[in-house]
């Protein structure tokens, strides 16, 4: 018999025989450069750790790949289980997984992983470091997707073409990421449409029984993103957007639910009643996390040495870029960033690519993932006229060299996408 037990956000455990495994578990605490929480309390004590034998991380983002989290694993839990995750090139996660004493298996794409009687795993990379796992047993197919951006029918085929049959998908539902200003609702809106579009498509082509809404249960938590939870799909728009727009049933599991999978899932009415109460808390509770302030010298040096360091690994290919200006909000002050490194400039903040906070920009710049942070964790803004994209490409760049990822890579990626996207629209017309 095969059980699967909700943990949290994007985290779910998965029981057959002596298999126990643990997908992406962020049990608690903040993630993003405190920009998100999550929606309501895991329930998984750590003692629990004690019977699971395998963790899978689909990427290396913290709601996912939560250090805090697996640090608090007991030692004597981590010698007996096995981590699982995509052969990257940089094998950073397997590295960090191993000096903490986990045993860790890289899984290869095309091949199929025997994790105990009657259990096997399919794990497959996709864009921007992340992956998704097949997971069969005797009594169903679970395709877990999570943040994966498969949002065109013949991804969904190609899916179908290494699973074969999925009987439970579990998605993402809702937006994760800055779509928008403050008070631009309509772009807020568009983004959660959009979303909710890419499930449809999952749901129709790769055909399953079950669609579980999952990897959406946070909520933007600090003064500078907290708006951006105005225009979020909740869990309950999700269900009712399944049910009037695919033939799936929804399957809504609050943390600590179990279902035994080879009967009917749990009760969606009492799970959406818990997570209505949790939305309403958030509402009326306001922001966790307040803006720190950073010496502006501090935030050069730091910017200086965030050049350095892309330099050195890029080389020619960064002078290609256009210097980038950043209003910092709270010292009254605009900073520009190029090839060379960073300087303060007269500039007033309506005439800058991005608006933010000093200890925002210096997050940015503490590592190669910084920017992707920012991205994600949407504690900016970004004045009219389209020109955040001068300052995400110093940020785009870094996080490839953040995966191992050069300038042959980088040109592969945009190929592909561009490929991607002709073939959307191809599709669309």
Same mark, same amino acid.
């Given at each position: 018999?095969?059980?699967?037990?909700?943990?949290?956000?994007?985290?779910?455990?998965?029981?057959?025989?002596?298999?126990?495994?643990?997908?992406?578990?962020?049990?608690?605490?903040?993630?993003?450069?405190?920009?998100?929480?999550?929606?309501?309390?895991?329930?998984?004590?750590?003692?629990?750790?004690?019977?699971?034998?395998?963790?899978?991380?689909?990427?290396?983002?913290?709601?996912?790949?939560?250090?805090?989290?697996?640090?608090?694993?007991?030692?004597?839990?981590?010698?007996?289980?096995?981590?699982?995750?995509?052969?990257?090139?940089?094998?950073?996660?397997?590295?960090?997984?191993?000096?903490?004493?986990?045993?860790?298996?890289?899984?290869?794409?095309?091949?199929?992983?025997?994790?105990?009687?009657?259990?096997?795993?399919?794990?497959?990379?996709?864009?921007?470091?992340?992956?998704?796992?097949?997971?069969?047993?005797?009594?169903?197919?679970?395709?877990?997707?999570?943040?994966?951006?498969?949002?065109?029918?013949?991804?969904?085929?190609?899916?179908?073409?290494?699973?074969?049959?999925?009987?439970?998908?579990?998605?993402?539902?809702?937006?994760?990421?800055?779509?928008?200003?403050?008070?631009?609702?309509?772009?807020?809106?568009?983004?959660?449409?959009?979303?909710?579009?890419?499930?449809?498509?999952?749901?129709?082509?790769?055909?399953?029984?079950?669609?579980?809404?999952?990897?959406?249960?946070?909520?933007?938590?600090?003064?500078?993103?907290?708006?951006?939870?105005?225009?979020?799909?909740?869990?309950?728009?999700?269900?009712?957007?399944?049910?009037?727009?695919?033939?799936?049933?929804?399957?809504?599991?609050?943390?600590?639910?179990?279902?035994?999978?080879?009967?009917?899932?749990?009760?969606?009415?009492?799970?959406?009643?818990?997570?209505?109460?949790?939305? $309403?808390?958030?509402?009326?509770?306001?922001? @966790?996390? +307040?803006?720190? /302030?950073? *010496? !502006?010298? &501090?935030?050069?040096?730091?910017?200086?040495?965030?050049?350095?360091?892309?330099?050195?690994?890029?080389?020619?290919?960064?002078?290609?870029?256009?210097?980038?200006?950043?209003?910092?909000?709270?010292?009254?002050?605009?900073?520009?960033?190029?090839?060379?490194?960073?300087?303060?400039?007269?500039?007033?903040?309506?005439?800058?690519?991005?608006?933010?906070?000093?200890?925002?920009?210096?997050?940015?710049?503490?590592?190669?993932?910084?920017?992707?942070?920012?991205?994600?964790?949407?504690?900016?803004?970004?004045?009219?006229?389209?020109?955040?994209?001068?300052?995400?490409?110093?940020?785009?760049?870094?996080?490839?060299?953040?995966?191992?990822?050069?300038?042959? $890579?980088?040109?592969?990626?945009?190929?592909? @996408?561009? +490929?991607?996207? /002709?073939? *959307? !629209?191809? &599709?669309?017309?």
């Amino acid at each position: 018999m095969a059980t699967l037990e909700f943990v949290n956000h994007a985290s779910y455990l998965l029981e057959h025989g002596p298999v126990t495994l643990l997908c992406d578990p962020w049990l608690e605490g903040p993630a993003f450069d405190f920009g998100w929480d999550l929606l309501t309390d895991t329930r998984l004590s750590h003692d629990r750790f004690g019977q699971i034998t395998h963790i899978w991380f689909s990427h290396e983002h913290p709601d996912h790949f939560s250090p805090p989290s697996i640090n608090k694993i007991p030692a004597e839990a981590r010698a007996r289980i096995t981590v699982l995750f995509q052969n990257s090139l940089d094998h950073k996660v397997a590295k960090y997984c191993g000096k903490l004493g986990f045993r860790v298996i890289e899984m290869n794409p095309g091949e199929w992983l025997e994790l105990g009687p009657g259990v096997q795993a399919l794990c497959e990379p996709h864009d921007n470091g992340d992956s998704w796992l097949a997971v069969r047993t005797p009594q169903s197919s679970i395709l877990n997707l999570n943040d994966c951006v498969v949002n065109s029918e013949a991804e969904c085929r190609s899916i179908v073409g290494k699973v074969t049959k999925v009987d439970v998908l579990a998605s993402q539902f809702s937006y994760a990421n800055w779509v928008g200003n403050r008070g631009d609702r309509a772009a807020m809106t568009a983004a959660a449409r959009d979303k909710l579009g890419w499930f449809r498509t999952q749901i129709l082509t790769l055909r399953p029984k079950y669609v579980m809404p999952f990897a959406s249960f946070t909520f933007f938590s600090h003064e500078d993103n907290f708006y951006l939870n105005e225009g979020m799909t909740t869990i309950a728009g999700a269900v009712e957007y399944i049910r009037r727009e695919t033939p799936a049933e929804p399957v809504v599991l609050y943390p600590g639910d179990r279902w035994d999978l080879s009967a009917k899932p749990p009760d969606v009415e009492k799970a959406l009643h818990q997570y209505a109460a949790d939305y $309403e808390r958030v509402k009326r509770g306001g922001p @966790r996390h +307040r803006s720190r /302030l950073v *010496r !502006l010298d &501090t935030v050069v040096e730091h910017g200086n040495a965030f050049a350095r360091t892309l330099r050195g690994k890029n080389g020619a290919l960064l002078k290609l870029f256009p210097p980038t200006t950043i209003f910092l909000e709270d010292h009254g002050q605009a900073v520009a960033l190029s090839s060379s490194g960073l300087r303060t400039v007269a500039r007033d903040r309506t005439r800058c690519d991005l608006v933010c906070k000093s200890d925002a920009l210096d997050y940015c710049f503490s590592s190669e993932w910084g920017g992707r942070t920012l991205d994600i964790n949407g504690r900016f803004q970004a004045p009219a006229g389209g020109r955040y994209a001068k300052f995400k490409v110093y940020m785009t760049l870094a996080n490839f060299n953040n995966r191992g990822e050069g300038f042959r $890579e980088i040109l592969t990626t945009v190929y592909r @996408r561009g +490929r991607k996207k /002709l073939r *959307r !629209l191809a &599709t669309r017309s």
